[in-house]
T-cell receptor
Framework: ELKVEQNPLFLSMQEGKNYTIYCNYSTTSDRLYWYRQDPGKSLESLFV?????AVKQEGRLMASLDTKARLSTLHITAAVHDLSATYFCAVDDGGATNKLIFGTGTLLAVQP | DTAVSQTPKYLVTQMGNDKSIKCEQNLGHDTMYWYKQDSKKFLKIMFSYNNKELIINETVPNRFSPKSPDKAHLNLHINSLELGDSAVYFC???????????FGPGTRLTVT
């Protein structure tokens, strides 16, 4: 059974600093997604990673996928307050149904 | 135009009642999903339909019954509501397998 773990669960960081959120998963998959959720809001798609070595960047966020290590990272560069949110990774279980298993989420709080 | 919409946004009801949540997507997608997000923000897939056919049916109580009258709509009916059913329920859709899922705004269900 596919399990997805994120760490840290909570991250408090200062504006201007860099940090990385990690997403580990337990069985083979080559499709991984990152979502953002603001308090009381829906999930917003950030990145779709569909192959080993995939790297995508949008603004201050960069996501990568290493399918051999079963690891994805979400790197934050020079954090700003607007990035405060909960970030989820989700892994496709590799079946034909596009079933996503979500990580526990990382609550990011960027302090001024 | 809202891509994935849900009604109602909030639902407060008493134990033992029966309620329904409706979802509609205007993206032309073939696949729709229901997720439950609990108080700890953990997200779990419940059901998925592809072109009106049930393709994911996770281990949920049979008090929960999805219905898809057409590929643009997926409703969730819950019988005999219990306190533990209190959560946020998200509908999502995707164009086909292997693509990201687009989430609706969520329905916050509170059972008293």
């Amino acid at each position: 059974e596919l399990k997805v773990e994120q760490n840290p669960l909570f991250l408090s960081m200062q504006e201007g600093k860099n940090y990385t959120i990690y997403c580990n998963y337990s069985t083979t998959s080559d499709r991984l997604y990152w979502y953002r959720q603001d308090p009381g809001k829906s999930l917003e798609s950030l990145f779709v990673l569909l192959s080993n070595g995939a790297v995508k960047q949008e603004g201050r966020l960069m996501a990568s996928l290493d399918t051999k290590a079963r690891l994805s990272t979400l790197h934050i560069t020079a954090a700003v307050h607007d990035l405060s949110a909960t970030y989820f990774c989700a892994v496709d279980d590799g079946g034909a149904t596009n079933k996503l298993i979500f990580g526990t989420g990382t609550l990011l709080a960027v302090q001024p | 135009d809202t891509a994935v919409s849900q009604t109602p946004k909030y639902l407060v009801t008493q134990m033992g009642n029966d309620k329904s949540i409706k979802c509609e997507q205007n993206l032309g997608h073939d696949t729709m999903y229901w997720y439950k997000q609990d108080s700890k923000k953990f997200l779990k897939i419940m059901f998925s339909y592809n072109n009106k056919e049930l393709i994911i049916n996770e281990t949920v109580p049979n008090r929960f019954s999805p219905k898809s009258p057409d590929k643009a709509h997926l409703n969730l009916h819950i019988n005999s509501l219990e306190l533990g059913d209190s959560a946020v329920y998200f509908c999502a859709s995707s164009p086909m397998s292997n693509y990201e899922q687009y989430f609706g705004p969520g329905t916050r269900l509170t059972v008293t």
